[in-house]
């Protein structure tokens, strides 16, 4: 069995994604990581997160928010303040008790979210009116204590960034939260090739302190979602926990409303299981680090000297042209193992060049995300720059055209049928239902299930109508998906 | 008193400074900030770190490192695992105790610099020759609790880079150790406008299980020295402690040689106490989040109507040539007002436009690095734009030139005359004096002066010769600076 022999997909979903997040050279092996549920990211892995990085970056900065850096810990005393965020967090946090050799007066926790001390920062920086809306953002690492941790999905130290905001009304904060939920789907969407599906969270799931929150769900290859996103509206709680005031254009005190929103590693997890398969990762071309990689064949010295040149040339063009691209030269490997290596990182183009095809002035083309003869093609050597530019883009669409194609085939409506929907959800699909969206409904459904809802989409297909709750029966105006969940 | 008046530079160069970086808008006060030591950083100094980061960065990838990333703890065991790393560290740390509501087996230090952790992940990642020269690089935040703080020079956590990288040979360690030393000296030279000096460090001065350390040190406008970036080979200390071999091309099982080197938000003090003056911040124009500010001046609405539109297109016409650009409309604040505001924020270039420049066609610019009358021009609308792209370099090279001019005439060579040397030290300049480099003899100087040596410069001025050691008198092989420092 070769090094890039990994467990089907198909045969467990799970195993498979813990191998080839390793073999694929984006995370250290969890096991001989040091830190209990913290992640090494290799080279390679993070180079993705620099994309995701850059990508949303540039979106926040042009819809007008700066980048701030606050402390990595936070008092104690200033997550009690708010009940339900304490209460939230409190079992997963990680402790700082000692410090320059004593024990602390007040214990600091490492920050697991920032709202706290940034709205303590608020209190500050906010006088009147005139210095709202206040939009902040953070990147960072925080930390969460979990039990079971994976590579990108669940991890007790990860990247993220939080955006924080302040603003004068709960429109304002509203058309805000909206607003990055759609920055966050179209970022998605385009880059990493995602459809995921924009929606509000239940109050059973929404964020700890938040007055509502809303989420881009994903469909992961093995059916199960996957919260890739989140844009809160924290109405006025953390205003009225942290004295986050104004005076309105009447010399009137006013408490601000507040907005947090956050992306983290996690897109990494989603990109590896919307996309891979048996062979390894699919990476997007857009935030694939190598976006195409050229692999010259030779058998000897004398095909080695005729073969190199044409390759190289190829390559320097293709960089001109500003693909990323490398060029495997590695020596004593076949071209098989080289082929299995960058299918395995999920390297979007595939660009051979024999000593046939440097007699024919031709090289071949082969696509990741379609296997096999169908995704190759030979073209003219001074047709590859172009060609692999197209290709790109071809790419891009494919991705994002079979991982749609695959989630709507696993979207089903049902309608007052409760053992239907327990069947769907039960057997790994999503259900679009009416939801009362009440506790104890959603609870049934968990007990059932071992699922909760994902979102009350926002696009809803029934939208000013209703329906019977499929827990209660009793009318609910909203549709909502239920479907495991990572 | 306005709020822009400081205390000056020249009457109390400390409270200048703690002053400055609050009124600038670049950290939250830190009496204000709630955790002990830790820096808020607005989004203003956050904007010039973006531009030290990006700068740095740039220079690290095409040398051919990759960044990645570790965790943000580090087993207490590991740290023990070189004796002279933990002896250096061990004051400083802040401690994990308690995770998830539990106290943890091995409690966690928080990351005051990752030679250790990335160390273990090495001795893992390296197996052949092949393997090397492995070149990596991690943008972190790190901790060491600290007694008395001040915002950018010395905080309990800071913002760095941290380069960590394993050769084959010692050679190949020390190449590269001089290589990212001549980085860091190009990136404050070029784009900083700083004049650092090169040199290695004394034994008593090295980085804790450093085989040999080397410094860029820069003057400040005290005339004191700041540390402003470390280059350290490590030899085999951190190789032999954790174990990082390779097999060499004979198959022989080899220890590593490791080299780390780090740039911190410390440069931003630099850039600060560098530069600055009674006004306020002078920001080298590379490095300014906003290199010019647009100012429109009316009196009354009639007024406003002539002006805003010409000074609109103006801002619009320096965006367009790349220009980072403010444009200050602000209702109710005198022009004068604005030029102190945009003064105290260092931005390089000031652009005027009043009803008289709109009747003549022109613009007045006014240059930072050159107070009143003589740094100001009247130009024609049509060549602001060149003018202010030519001026941003010629600020660039100013504000180098005057640092040079003031670090040589802070500069003396001193020989065998032990009580001149401690009368220049004490008195805040720079000695430069043949030096043995014995810890009894800087220990010495250490009581007599309050100092200790900044560093052996890399050029000496009489290379190859020897002199009277400035404190034992016997003969030393080479010069070294003495001087204050942050």
């Given at each position: 069995?070769?090094?890039?022999?990994?467990?089907?997909?198909?045969?467990?979903?799970?195993?498979?994604?813990?191998?080839?997040?390793?073999?694929?050279?984006?995370?250290?092996?969890?096991?001989?990581?040091?830190?209990?549920?913290?992640?090494?990211?290799?080279?390679?892995?993070?180079?993705?997160?620099?994309?995701?990085?850059?990508?949303?970056?540039?979106?926040?900065?042009?819809?007008?928010?700066?980048?701030?850096?606050?402390?990595?810990?936070?008092?104690?005393?200033?997550?009690?303040?708010?009940?339900?965020?304490?209460?939230?967090?409190?079992?997963?946090?990680?402790?700082?008790?000692?410090?320059?050799?004593?024990?602390?007066?007040?214990?600091?926790?490492?920050?697991?979210?920032?709202?706290?001390?940034?709205?303590?920062?608020?209190?500050?920086?906010?006088?009147?009116?005139?210095?709202?809306?206040?939009?902040?953002?953070?990147?960072?690492?925080?930390?969460?204590?979990?039990?079971?941790?994976?590579?990108?999905?669940?991890?007790?130290?990860?990247?993220?960034?939080?955006?924080?905001?302040?603003?004068?009304?709960?429109?304002?904060?509203?058309?805000?939260?909206?607003?990055?939920?759609?920055?966050?789907?179209?970022?998605?969407?385009?880059?990493?090739?995602?459809?995921?599906i924009k929606g509000q969270k239940?109050?059973?799931?929404?964020?700890?302190?938040?007055?509502?929150?809303y989420t881009?769900e994903?469909?992961?290859?093995?059916?199960?979602?996957?919260?890739?996103?989140?844009?809160?509206?924290?109405?006025?709680?953390?205003?009225?926990?942290?004295?986050?005031?104004?005076?309105?254009?009447?010399?009137?005190?006013?408490?601000?409303?507040?907005?947090?929103?956050?992306?983290?590693?996690?897109?990494?997890?989603?990109?590896?299981?919307?996309?891979?398969?048996?062979?390894?990762?699919?990476?997007?071309?857009?935030?694939?680090?190598?976006?195409?990689?050229?692999?010259?064949?030779?058998?000897?010295?004398?095909?080695?000297?005729?073969?190199?040149?044409?390759?190289?040339?190829?390559?320097?063009?293709?960089?001109?042209?500003?693909?990323?691209?490398?060029?495997?030269?590695?020596?004593?490997?076949?071209?098989?193992?080289?082929?299995?290596?960058?299918?395995?990182?999920?390297?979007?183009?595939?660009?051979?060049?024999?000593?046939?095809?440097?007699?024919?002035?031709?090289?071949?083309?082969?696509?990741?995300?379609?296997?096999?003869?169908?995704?190759?093609?030979?073209?003219?050597?001074?047709?590859?720059?172009?060609?692999?530019?197209?290709?790109?883009?071809?790419?891009?669409?494919?991705?994002?055209?079979?991982?749609?194609?695959?989630?709507?085939?696993?979207?089903?409506?049902?309608?007052?049928?409760?053992?239907?929907?327990?069947?769907?959800?039960?057997?790994?699909?999503?259900?679009?239902?009416?939801?009362?969206?009440?506790?104890?409904?959603?609870?049934?459904?968990?007990?059932?299930?071992?699922?909760?809802?994902r979102c009350f989409p926002l696009?809803?297909?029934?939208?000013?109508?209703?329906?019977?709750?499929?827990?209660?029966?009793?009318?609910?105006?909203?549709?909502a998906y239920?479907?495991?969940?990572?």
């Amino acid at each position: 069995m070769s090094d890039y022999a990994v467990t089907p997909r198909s045969e467990d979903f799970s195993a498979w994604y813990n191998e080839i997040v390793v073999k694929s050279d984006l995370v250290d092996s969890p096991e001989r990581t040091p830190v209990r549920g913290c992640m090494i990211i290799k080279p390679y892995g993070y180079e993705i997160w620099e994309g995701i990085r850059n990508g949303l970056d540039q979106r926040f900065k042009a819809t007008g928010h700066q980048n701030a850096y606050f402390p990595l810990f936070i008092p104690m005393s200033f997550l009690q303040k708010e009940a339900d965020h304490v209460e939230g967090f409190a079992p997963e946090l990680a402790v700082v008790t000692h410090g320059g050799g004593k024990e602390l007066e007040e214990p600091y926790v490492v920050r697991p979210t920032s709202e706290t001390i940034i709205g303590d920062a608020m209190s500050r920086w906010i006088q009147s009116y005139r210095d709202l809306p206040l939009l902040l953002n953070q990147w960072a690492n925080v930390v969460r204590w979990e039990k079971r941790t994976r590579p990108f999905l669940r991890t007790s130290e990860f990247l993220w960034q939080e955006g924080h905001t302040a603003h004068a009304t709960f429109d304002d904060a509203q058309a805000e939260t909206m607003q990055m939920l759609d920055i966050y789907a179209d970022f998605a969407i385009n880059e990493a090739a995602i459809p995921v599906i924009k929606g509000q969270k239940s109050d059973q799931e929404r964020f700890a302190g938040a007055h509502a929150s809303y989420t881009i769900e994903a469909m992961m290859g093995d059916g199960k979602a996957l919260q890739a996103g989140t844009s809160h509206n924290l109405g006025q709680n953390f205003a009225k926990a942290f004295d986050i005031t104004y005076t309105d254009v009447n010399n009137e005190p006013q408490h601000c409303w507040t907005t947090s929103w956050g992306v983290s590693t996690r897109m990494i997890g989603a990109i590896i299981m919307a996309h891979g398969d048996d062979k390894g990762l699919r990476l997007p071309p857009r935030l694939a680090p190598i976006q195409a990689v050229v692999v010259p064949i030779w058998k000897n010295e004398s095909e080695a000297a005729v073969v190199l040149p044409v390759a190289q040339e190829l390559a320097a063009k293709l960089r001109e042209a500003g693909v990323r691209l490398h060029i495997d030269t590695r020596e004593g490997l076949s071209p098989g193992f080289k082929y299995n290596d960058w299918e395995m990182r999920g390297v979007p183009m595939r660009v051979e060049v024999g000593p046939k095809d440097v007699q024919n002035g031709t090289a071949a083309i082969a696509r990741r995300d379609i296997p096999g003869r169908e995704g190759k093609q030979f073209v003219e050597q001074s047709l590859v720059v172009a060609r692999v530019l197209t290709l790109l883009d071809e790419v891009q669409a494919g991705l994002l055209q079979q991982a749609t194609a695959f989630r709507d085939s696993h979207l089903h409506e049902v309608v007052g049928d409760y053992d239907r929907f327990t069947e769907i959800v039960r057997g790994g699909e999503w259900a679009l239902t009416w939801f009362s969206g009440e506790a104890e409904a959603e609870a049934k459904i968990k007990e059932d299930c071992q699922a909760v809802s994902r979102c009350f989409p926002l696009e809803q297909p029934y939208a000013g109508q209703s329906g019977p709750c499929i827990v209660t029966g009793k009318p609910a105006t909203r549709m909502a998906y239920f479907a495991k969940a990572y």
